[in-house]
């Protein structure tokens, strides 16, 4: 057992450092600030409350916590042949993880984006070193990561008064998940599921129809 956990260290350590990622999301935030990461600080389209888009800066946050979201939304399938993620797991899991970070190098919430979004990270880190070998426990693993995501991003719209609202499509990924508000989204609590997932990924279908 030992030699496994340790072997599984490794394999993390490895896989961060061939994506350049950390396993500390306040010190993946830093490299990023610092010009060592490319900054990929985007709030997506169609999810802000004024004609998809957003007044504040905090709003823009939200919206690109909601845009990593929906892409995990769309791309959740890892054994799902029509899927981008299919194609490299790894690499899919480590962008997503350096674009989540990327969320939080802005705004007056920064900090407390980082500390909020740091169990998503994580998960997203330790996929880099093991993903693609069961899809199942991958699958499983990225619908807790949106949970931990769309849970924070509604805290941030939630504490902006009459400048947090967001569109009827951001309302489709902040919904998706039942049971997010009910049992909170720490590192152990199954407050999403891939099934939830898959239905928003239809729903989300339907409306670019």
């Known amino acids: 057992p030992l030699f496994l956990l340790g072997a599984a260290i490794c394999a993390l350590r490895g896989a961060a ?21 490319p900054n990929s600080f985007s709030w997506g389209s169609g999810l802000g409350p004024v004609q998809g888009s957003w007044k504040t800066m905090v709003g823009k946050v939200a919206g690109c916590l909601l845009e990593k979201a929906e892409l995990v939304a769309m791309q959740w399938d890892i054994s799902d042949n029509s899927t981008y993620s299919v194609d490299s797991p790894p690499s899919f899991f480590a962008n997503m993880a350096q674009e989540l970070a990327s969320c939080c190098t802005v705004s007056s919430r920064a900090d407390w984006c980082a500390e909020r979004v740091a169990p998503a990270f994580r998960r997203l880190v330790r996929l880099t070193g093991v993903g693609g070998s069961d899809s199942s426990h991958d ?41 997010v508000s009910a049992t909170g989204t720490d590192e ?14 239809r729903l989300l279908g339907a409306v670019e129809l």
């Open 17 to 37: 450092a061939t994506f350049n990622l950390t396993e500390d999301l306040l010190e993946m935030v830093g490299r990023i600030k610092a010009g060592e990461v």
């Open 139 to 179: 699958e499983a693993e990225l619908s807790q990561v949106f949970a931990t995501v769309t849970r924070v991003a509604s805290d941030l719209l939630s504490g902006m008064g009459s400048d947090g609202g967001f569109s009827d499509r951001a309302g489709l990924i902040l919904g998706a998940c039942p049971a």
């Open 188 to 201: 152990t609590t199954p407050s999403c599921t891939p099934k939830d997932l898959e239905r928003l990924r």
